[in-house]
């Protein structure tokens, strides 16, 4: 990919789906089971949000991949460990950066609400909130109701 460090410097540029690496990143990922996707969105979402803070919290897309990349990418045993070490921090500094563009295919699952997008209420992103929180309400709705019905083998007296 292009040289870029920061999200910010991404979209200065326009740089987006017409990059090599993010066409093979979507490949692969579209590889990937769709819980599997619908969390890594996720996480490369919020990841994406936090770097944009990183006058405030020095976590640029570089150093969250630092702090991330050896639990998401570990190196296989029998491999050189100071170079795999920089090529995984390098891929998920540019998964993070390009999280937009690589899981961009629409999958249902729950979506990240950047800060940026609370601020403005985005209606979409309002409209996902009110989802989410409703099939929350019915998830503990049916937990409740199935925790205080006696079960079967149980002997009942009311």
Known sequence: PPHVV?????IDK??????EFVAKAHDIVRQ???????????????????SQ?????QMDP???????????CPIPEGKDLVQHTNLVNDLIKNFLIFCDDIFHDEIEG????????????HDDQEDATKEANEADSLTEKKQTENATKPREDEDYEP
């Open 110 to 121: 729950p979506l990240y609400i950047r800060t940026e997008d609370l601020d403005t209420g």
């Open 53 to 57: 803070y990183s006058e405030e919290t």
């Open 14 to 19: 326009n740089i987006g789906e017409n990059v």
């Open 32 to 50: 990937w089971s769709e819980p599997h996707i619908v969390v890594t969105r996720y996480l490369f979402s919020f990841l994406n949000d936090l």
């Open 6 to 10: 920061s999200v910010k410097e991404k």
């Open 62 to 72: 570089y150093n969250i991949a630092i702090c991330f990349g050896p639990t998401l």
